[in-house]
């Protein structure tokens, strides 16, 4: 069936508006001379909303989000009785439950973060609870002692690091996947139907977030499989690109396994594609573990690179020539200078090599980046003035803190920059990622971060959908002109017209891809 849009403000993307928008019975953008000659036709009245290009999200984790969103919600508890309190009665509630899992917590908040605050609610089983910014973890002391770390010497790790008190004794804090993961890969499993179930929850809530589209920027074994699953349930809606994650001590091993997975996914008629592999260059500023030129103020130290440097080269090497995608974590702007040291020494990419993150830059990276053809995949959700931006200025200072997120300067220097959400790192909505870009500031109670970094509309519509398709080096335009696929939604406000103020407000009624309506708000 045919359709025709009108009575709207309709945005087609590439700076080009019209009064209506006409797709063919097999979702494409057509003209009206196409759609007056198509036998079966629908008319849409958009009553005055606002019809856009889909958004898309670049880095994401929806699998790790549907399994959070299993386990307890903490995000509300703000002082330790409340958390205490909620803990408590949980394990209570569920008293079969062998392990408890949380998230999660506010690593700026008042609280003593240690293991023995945890036990005062829960002593007889593992309590894991999830930090904001997801590289740390908060147990008790019977997660502890499940994975050994109660039993005298510490495992000496490459990266990462168990936070002890004076008496070497661990504090119940892991930092970063390879202290974290002593913990976590004890948890128990789900099973194939149950990771299937949270991943089908994380594509409805991506749906009604206006999405079509998502990178997946972790995949260890298992998850492949499970959105093979998901996609052969039928009710997967969106699409999805997946980064598998390069283990600096595993990679070689597991290379064939992307391999095979890769090809195993092109059943799925590109629905999901097993086209990138992912790197951690570093960790993160709220742990000082985000590599930096200039040293931390709190430790003196310059972070931690999470590969040897010579052990990284060869592994981006090798992915490269087996045709997948780099896609790299780095905060810090050492960290970002390593991997365009890197990349530079590569020629005929597939796809567009990927910084993701790239909190921490200047003039010369971004030029560098420019030079090679980098992509820079960032969030703008984090842009603001609250905790978890400002729990980093104990060991960046004002200064560097109020550069971070130079997204204005990615524009101007001509860097493909693509916007995304880390969910469940932070919210999901494009439309808050959008608010914040342009605001720089979620609410108006709070001070600009750096205001002279914030966008226009226009930027942030492309960074959430023509610019992800530059990403994935595909030949759709993620607009909505002649001949591209019919991916869109439909927002209660025109974003362009609104008070710049009254961005954080839009809601999303309505989303199609490739013409079918994959979400509709109940109003």
């Not at 057509?30 to 198509?38: L, N, V």
């Not at 220097?413 to 608010?435: H, N, R």
Request: proline fraction near 3%.
């Amino acid at each position: 069936m045919a359709t025709k849009f009108h009575s709207g403000d309709i945005y087609l993307g590439n700076s080009l508006f019209a009064n209506s928008v006409f797709v063919s019975d097999q979702g494409i953008v057509t003209s009206e001379a196409e759609f007056s000659t198509s036998e079966i036709q629908q008319v849409i009245n958009l009553k005055g909303n606002f019809l856009s290009p889909a958004f898309r999200d670049g880095h994401t984790h929806p699998l790790f989000a549907g399994r959070e969103s299993r386990g307890l919600d903490i995000s509300d508890c703000l002082t330790e009785a409340e958390l205490i309190k909620k803990l408590k009665n949980y394990s209570e509630s569920n008293a079969a439950m062998s392990w408890l899992d949380g998230a999660v917590f506010d690593r700026s908040l008042d609280m003593d973060f240690n293991r023995a605050t945890l036990d005062k609610a829960v002593n007889d089983k593992p309590v894991v609870l999830h930090g904001d910014d997801h590289h740390t973890l908060w147990v008790n002391s019977k997660a502890l002692e499940v994975a050994g770390l109660l039993s005298g010497r510490l495992p000496e790790l490459d990266s990462g690091s168990i936070d002890v008190d004076d008496d070497g004794i661990p504090t119940g804090i892991l930092r970063d996947w390879p202290a974290m993961s002593l913990v976590m890969n004890l948890a128990p499993k789900l099973t194939l139907e149950e990771d299937v179930a949270a991943l089908l929850w994380a594509d409805r809530k991506l749906a009604a977030a206006g999405i079509v589209e998502c990178f997946d920027a972790w995949i260890d074994k298992g998850m492949a499989e499970t959105y093979l699953a998901a996609w052969q349930t039928g009710e997967l809606s969106l699409d999805y690109t997946l980064g598998f994650r390069a283990d600096p001590i595993t990679f070689n091993l597991e290379l064939p396994y992307f391999l095979e997975q890769r090809a195993t996914l092109e059943q799925t008629q590109a629905q999901v594609r097993g086209t990138s592999i992912k790197f951690f260059a570093d960790g993160v500023f709220g742990s000082a573990s985000a590599l930096v030129i200039d040293p931390y103020l709190s430790t003196g130290s310059h972070g931690q690179a999470i590969w040897p440097a010579e052990k990284f080269r060869e592994a981006i090497a090798l992915a490269h020539k087996n045709g997948f995608q780099i896609h790299i974590h780095a905060i810090g702007d050492a960290a970002t200078s390593l991997c365009l040291d890197v990349l530079a020494e590569l020629e005929n990419f597939t796809y567009p090599p990927v910084i993701a993150h790239a909190e921490l830059t200047d003039q010369s990276l971004l030029k560098r980046m420019t030079t090679i053809g980098v992509v820079a995949c960032v969030q703008p959700y984090w842009a603001q003035n609250n905790g978890l931006l400002l729990s980093c200025q104990k060991h960046l200072g004002k200064e560097r803190l109020e550069r971070l997120y130079a997204f204005n300067d990615m524009f101007e220097s001509g860097v493909t920059t693509v916007f995304s959400s880390d969910w469940p790192i932070s919210s999901y909505e494009p439309s808050k990622g959008l608010a914040v870009a342009v605001n720089r500031r979620e609410h108006s109670s709070q001070p600009r971060h750096n205001f002279a970094q914030a966008v226009s509309v226009e930027q942030a519509i492309a960074a959430y959908s023509r610019n992800v398709k530059l990403m994935l080096n595909s030949a759709e335009t993620g607009t909505l002109e002649l001949g591209q696929p019919f991916d869109a939604v439909l927002l209660d406000q025109n974003l362009f017209e609104v008070a710049a103020e009254h961005l954080i407000k839009t809601k999303v009624l309505a989303t199609y891809k490739a013409g079918k309506e994959i979400f509709r708000a109940n109003l």
